[in-house]
Nanobody, 126 residues
């Protein structure tokens, strides 16, 4: 069983930055691709970013490309999401998720993930 715990959410003004962290309680963290998703009120959960097991491959949703950066530290069993130039439409609950797979595996679909965190709220005021 893998437990994922997100932190770093909060309230920020438009144009500001936040850094989300997701700590994983698993010995084999480096065998998982890690993703970030978000869900705004009344909307479906959507893909934000994913990073492969080594950190050598990343993918982003078009809506966050150039503003968000996903990274990971396998020694700390942690994945990060640096969010810059935040917009009100970035307001959502942000979830991290783990998907078994190595190589260039970088899934974007919710159903491809095996474990989910409880989420952290990000609110961006205009």
């Amino acid at each position: 069983q893998v437990q994922l715990v997100e932190s770093g959410g909060g309230l920020v003004q438009a144009g500001g930055s936040l850094r989300l962290s997701c700590a994983a309680s698993v010995r084999t963290f480096s065998t998982y691709a890690m993703g970030w998703f978000r869900q705004a009120p009344g909307k479906e959960r959507e893909f934000v970013a994913v990073i492969n097991w080594s950190g050598g491959r990343t993918l982003y949703a078009d809506s966050v490309k150039g503003r968000f950066t996903i990274s990971r530290d396998n020694a700390k069993n942690t994945v990060y999401l640096q969010m810059n130039s935040l917009k009100p439409e970035d307001t959502a609950v942000y979830y991290c998720a783990a998907a078994r797979g190595t190589g260039y595996y970088t899934p974007k679909a919710l159903g491809q993930y095996d474990y989910w965190g409880q989420g952290t709220q990000v609110s961006v005021s205009s």
